[in-house]
Nanobody, 124 residues
Framework: QVQLVESGGGLVQAGGSLRLSCAASSDTFRRYAMGWFRQAPGKEREFVSAITWNGGTTRYADSVKGRFTISRDNAKNTVYLQMNSLNIEDTDIYFC?????????????????WGQGTQVTVSS
């Protein structure tokens, strides 16, 4: 089974940028749609963005549209989340996840495989 490892989180000032990466352990990564979710303590996991297996279609939560960009490099078995114009409300643990479905889905419960998460903290 594919394993996912996120990286790129950290502390950034409001208005700044970060790029998250999610590296998969095998080439079967290419079969999966990939999603990014985020979660604050005591809250449900929230959809951020998703991308189809070939990168042809993307989807974003309204709260990040125009600021975040998802992409993937199947040759490197990696999916990215470029986050610009960060604000304090973006502070969360960010997770990547793999979904075997062809269509893009926003419910965390349908994703099959999850990474361990990476912390993003935005300061004022």
């Amino acid at each position: 089974q594919v394993q996912l490892v996120e990286s790129g989180g950290g502390l950034v000032q409001a208005g700044g940028s970060l790029r998250l990466s999610c590296a998969a352990s095998s080439d079967t990564f290419r079969r999966y749609a990939m999603g990014w979710f985020r979660q604050a303590p005591g809250k449900e996991r929230e959809f951020v963005s998703a991308i189809t297996w070939n990168g042809g279609t993307t989807r974003y939560a309204d709260s990040v549209k125009g600021r975040f960009t998802i992409s993937r490099d199947n040759a490197k078995n990696t999916v990215y989340l470029q986050m610009n114009s960060l604000n304090i409300e973006d502070t969360d643990i960010y997770f990547c996840a793999a979904d075997a479905a062809v269509i893009l889905r926003t419910s965390a419960g349908v994703y099959d495989i999850w990474g361990q998460g990476t912390q993003v903290t935005v300061s004022s």
